[in-house]
């Protein structure tokens, strides 16, 4: 007698799960960490995909570090990837990115502004068959009015100047199918870099989530409005070439205003405008806007001056629980 096999008689405790990456990235955030593994346990393990949990301590002087290698201990699950020193919240990313294993990956902060209750509904999105999940972001409680005007002005300009579209109020909080992972992993490496941007960028099937950012669960943001504003500079430099094409637009005004000045002196016959203040006022204007120009070209300058260096994104001290590089 025959037996035969039938696929609801195989062992369905052998079908392997899909995996859900979620990196995090920490700098000085010891006292939300634990909160922070909790908060993202107590999710994680209601989902119907396995998880990995990626910390990346990006160099932070406090406690983190002995937290995270305490976690990592306790749960195998838990990777841990330490920096040799402070590389950027951007690098921690790519090196979540570059260490992940999952089938979807997602990047989140460390202080719990990113919802973990959003999680399901990003694996329900990729079940859905999008490969590029958008986190925009409807409300921001800890964030004052200063940053949120500035903010809303940096997408409003970069939309206008850039070939790309940006989601207004897209965050670092974002999730990418494994083969958009690889992309990134492949072809994304430059030195000045804006992740979100590449994310929005790479093509595939795409959607957005919207969520509600929390409350800040300890510490304060790493990111003073200098730090956003030089953010902000490098964004628009890497992503737009209109600041290089200021210089024509300045030759063309200033031929304008010299043809207007033409015109009115031939017509009233008063000669040309005279005045210790007017030369005064003509040439700082001129100067300004010619150190003006040369600051933005030095500034691509000092951008194609780094990639040319090629000096690695990240430095890696010590690892835990991963097994591979």
Not at 92 to 121: F, K, N, W
Request: with cysteine; net charge neutral.
């Amino acid at each position: 007698m025959i037996k035969e096999n039938h696929p609801l008689s195989e062992d369905r405790s052998n079908l392997k799960k899909k995996i859900f990456s979620v990196v995090v990235s920490v700098y000085n955030e010891e006292q939300a960490l634990k909160e922070c593994y909790t908060e993202m346990k107590r999710v994680l393990d209601t989902l119907s995909w396995d998880h990995e949990l990626i910390f990346v301590n990006d160099g932070s002087s406090d406690g983190s570090l002995e937290v995270l290698k305490a976690l990592a201990s306790e749960d195998q699950k838990v990777k841990l990837i330490s920096f040799s020193r402070n590389f950027g919240h951007e690098a921690a990313m790519i090196a979540g990115l570059d260490y992940s294993t999952g089938d979807g990956v997602v990047c989140m902060d460390a202080d719990l502004q990113h919802p973990p209750e959003c999680l399901p509904r990003i694996i329900r999105a990729f079940e859905e068959g999008n490969e590029v999940i958008s986190m925009v972001r409807t409300r921001n409680k800890s964030a004052g009015l200063i940053k949120n005007i500035t903010s809303s002005g940096f997408y409003w300009l970069i939309n206008r100047i850039s070939d790309v579209h940006f989601e207004p109020n897209a965050s670092d909080f974002f999730a990418i199918s494994r083969s958009v992972a690889e992309v990134l992993k492949g072809n994304y490496r430059e030195k000045v870099r804006f992740l979100r941007g590449y994310v929005q960028n790479v093509g595939f099937q795409k959607t957005t989530l919207e969520y509600e950012a929390g409350v800040r669960v300890a510490g304060e943001s790493k990111y003073s409005l200098k730090k956003l504003f030089i953010f902000s500079v490098n964004t628009i430099l890497c992503f737009s070439n209109m600041p290089l094409k200021l210089g024509i637009y300045a030759g063309i005004l200033s031929g304008a205003a010299g043809m207007a000045v033409l015109v009115y002196t031939l017509f009233t016959r008063q000669g040309a405008p005279s005045g210790y203040a007017t030369i005064v006022v003509l040439i700082c204007f001129m100067f300004a806007m010619m150190f003006l120009l040369i600051g933005i070209i030095g500034e691509y300058i000092a951008i194609l001056f780094t990639e040319l260096k090629d000096r690695p994104v990240y430095i890696v001290r010590e690892t835990a629980n991963i097994e591979h590089n």
